[in-house]
């Protein structure tokens, strides 16, 4: 039953809205995500560099390193590797496409949560998606639909699938029983839940961005070792895209409808554009202008899926490796091992394990906001009881459940967040 509701919703019917919606901003920004992309880079850098401003906020840099927690999770390492087992080279091209479209959904996300962010009574911060449904598009039930999903969302695919991952990694790698994993998962991620969002980005940022730039330089380097694979796995990447066999140039109808629906669909999972997940990160960010938090969206979307995802399919792609048995994370252990060796197996393990604690961490501001927002007298203290406590049951419980119906509540996430992308387009626009 979820698998049939799930494949209707994250069907034509949720990619189409996605991407026109990603599509729509392009045109009426005029592919800013693309001219723009060295004023991205020069802002979100700059940004950086600056430090918290006080009042309950947190450095830019804090908030970009929490939003990346929260994207560049197992879906740059597994779901890669899947795409390309199900999807082919070309359904890395359709991620591409996907991701062009999804940084100007980002974007639009951010600047309407800065723009329509407030205090709440104790101080806190409320901003992101829930603001501008709430304030933007004066629908409180909106809000409360899209709050509702987010807090399941963030339990299930946040934090039960998260660790259930690093859990399986931890055994398979190092032998650490499941049940240890999960209490010491728990014990971590609550001394930094428990200090609040300012402990959250500091320990995003002391965590994702050294894990991030270490897979990115081991990446470079394998394929510097293996350039002279480099132009087949691009062309592979292309022909396949467009279903362009190897003998004799034909055209596979099959071939590019299976490309396309991988690709795009593997893309949003990976850099959640257009679900709102992103904005609720940047709602205590110290950047004033809105349009600074919505291009630092623009740079989380480019390192997640351009960055990250694409180095992964290029190192599997130039590996080597064809045994069909292999899928997943065993499929990159295997890539990288031919030039790394057992070193590749141990540092794609640490890889898996550190992503997905990153990703748990990332999701709790999410889930946490959300839960607030639902009771904020209650919210936050219950949601932390329940996120801990599902650390521990993530570790040990088979979770294809727990996957579909976290697919179901990301999915049902996106709706409530367009609405608003669209009823609200007026308010966005490039920075001046």
Same mark, same amino acid.
């Given at each position: 039953?979820?698998?049939?509701?799930?494949?209707?919703?994250?069907?034509?019917?949720?990619?189409?809205?996605?991407?026109?919606?990603?599509?729509?901003?392009?045109?009426?920004?005029?592919?800013?995500?693309?001219?723009?992309?060295?004023?991205?880079?020069?802002?979100?850098?700059?940004?950086?560099?600056?430090?918290? /401003?006080?009042? +309950?906020?947190?450095?830019?840099? @804090?908030?970009? !390193?929490? *939003?990346? &927690? %929260?994207?560049? $999770?197992? =879906?740059?390492?597994?779901?890669?590797?899947?795409?390309?087992?199900?999807?082919?080279?070309?359904?890395?091209?359709?991620?591409?496409?996907?991701?062009?479209?999804?940084?100007?959904?980002?974007?639009?996300?951010?600047?309407?949560?800065?723009?329509?962010?407030?205090?709440?009574?104790?101080?806190?911060?409320?901003?992101?998606?829930?603001?501008?449904?709430?304030?933007?598009?004066?629908?409180?039930?909106?809000?409360?639909?899209?709050?509702?999903?987010?807090?399941? /969302?963030?339990? +299930?695919?946040?934090?039960?699938? @998260?660790?259930? !991952?690093? *859990?399986? &990694? %931890?055994?398979? $790698?190092? =032998?650490?029983?499941?049940?240890?994993?999960?209490?010491?998962?728990?014990?971590?991620?609550?001394?930094?839940?428990?200090?609040?969002?300012?402990?959250?980005?500091?320990?995003?940022?002391?965590?994702?961005?050294?894990?991030?730039?270490?897979?990115?330089?081991?990446?470079?380097?394998?394929?510097?070792?293996?350039?002279?694979?480099?132009?087949?796995?691009?062309?592979?990447?292309?022909?396949?895209?467009?279903?362009?066999?190897?003998?004799?140039?034909?055209?596979?109808?099959?071939?590019?409808?299976?490309?396309?629906?991988?690709?795009?669909?593997?893309?949003?999972?990976?850099?959640?554009?257009?679900?709102?997940?992103?904005?609720?990160?940047?709602?205590?960010?110290?950047?004033?202008?809105?349009?600074?938090?919505?291009?630092?969206?623009?740079?989380?979307?480019?390192?997640?899926?351009?960055?990250?995802?694409?180095?992964?399919?290029?190192?599997?792609?130039?590996?080597?490796?064809?045994?069909?048995?292999?899928?997943?994370?065993?499929?990159?252990?295997?890539?990288?091992?031919?030039?790394?060796?057992?070193?590749?197996?141990?540092?794609?393990?640490?890889?898996?394990?550190?992503?997905?604690?990153?990703?748990?961490?990332?999701?709790?501001?999410?889930?946490?906001?959300?839960?607030?927002?639902?009771?904020?007298?209650?919210?936050?203290?219950?949601?932390?009881?329940?996120?801990?406590?599902?650390?521990?049951?993530?570790?040990?419980?088979?979770?294809?459940?727990?996957?579909?119906?976290?697919?179901?509540?990301?999915?049902?996430?996106?709706?409530?967040?367009?609405?608003?992308?669209?009823?609200?387009?007026?308010?966005?626009?490039?920075?001046?």
């Amino acid at each position: 039953m979820l698998e049939t509701v799930n494949a209707f919703i994250w069907g034509n019917l949720l990619l189409s809205l996605l991407l026109g919606t990603g599509l729509y901003y392009t045109v009426r920004m005029r592919g800013f995500q693309l001219r723009g992309m060295g004023r991205v880079l020069r802002c979100t850098f700059s940004g950086c560099r600056s430090r918290t /401003a006080g009042s +309950g906020r947190i450095s830019q840099l @804090q908030t970009m !390193s929490a *939003a990346l &927690a %929260a994207t560049m $999770g197992t =879906g740059n390492i597994v779901g890669v590797a899947t795409a390309l087992t199900l999807g082919g080279p070309g359904a890395i091209f359709w991620m591409w496409i996907s991701a062009i479209l999804g940084m100007l959904l980002v974007y639009a996300e951010n600047m309407l949560g800065a723009l329509f962010r407030y205090r709440c009574e104790d101080g806190s911060w409320c901003g992101g998606a829930l603001a501008y449904l709430e304030r933007g598009m004066r629908s409180r039930p909106l809000a409360l639909a899209f709050a509702g999903c987010c807090v399941l /969302a963030s339990l +299930g695919m946040g934090n039960l699938a @998260q660790v259930n !991952s690093l *859990a399986c &990694a %931890a055994r398979d $790698g190092f =032998g650490v029983p499941p049940v240890v994993c999960g209490l010491v998962t728990a014990a971590l991620a609550g001394i930094i839940i428990l200090g609040g969002v300012d402990r959250i980005g500091k320990a995003a940022q002391s965590l994702i961005l050294p894990l991030s730039g270490l897979y990115l330089l081991c990446g470079v380097v394998f394929l510097i070792l293996r350039r002279d694979a480099l132009g087949d796995a691009f062309s592979s990447i292309f022909r396949g895209a467009f279903g362009l066999t190897a003998v004799g140039g034909g055209v596979s109808g099959a071939a590019v409808r299976q490309c396309i629906n991988i690709g795009l669909r593997r893309g949003v999972f990976s850099n959640e554009a257009g679900l709102g997940s992103a904005s609720l990160l940047h709602a205590a960010g110290e950047a004033e202008d809105p349009c600074v938090q919505g291009m630092c969206g623009i740079f989380e979307v480019f390192a997640d899926t351009i960055l990250c995802c694409t180095m992964t399919a290029l190192v599997i792609l130039c590996s080597g490796v064809t045994d069909p048995t292999l899928e997943g994370a065993a499929l990159v252990m295997a890539a990288f091992s031919t030039r790394f060796g057992a070193f590749g197996r141990i540092f794609i393990t640490l890889s898996v394990m550190l992503f997905a604690f990153a990703t748990l961490i990332g999701w709790s501001v999410c889930g946490e906001s959300a839960a607030r927002y639902l009771s904020p007298r209650w919210g936050s203290c219950v949601y932390r009881i329940c996120f801990l406590f599902a650390c521990m049951i993530g570790a040990v419980q088979d979770l294809t459940l727990v996957w579909q119906l976290s697919d179901l509540f990301n999915g049902l996430m996106a709706f409530p967040n367009l609405i608003g992308l669209i009823g609200l387009r007026r308010h966005v626009h490039p920075p001046a």
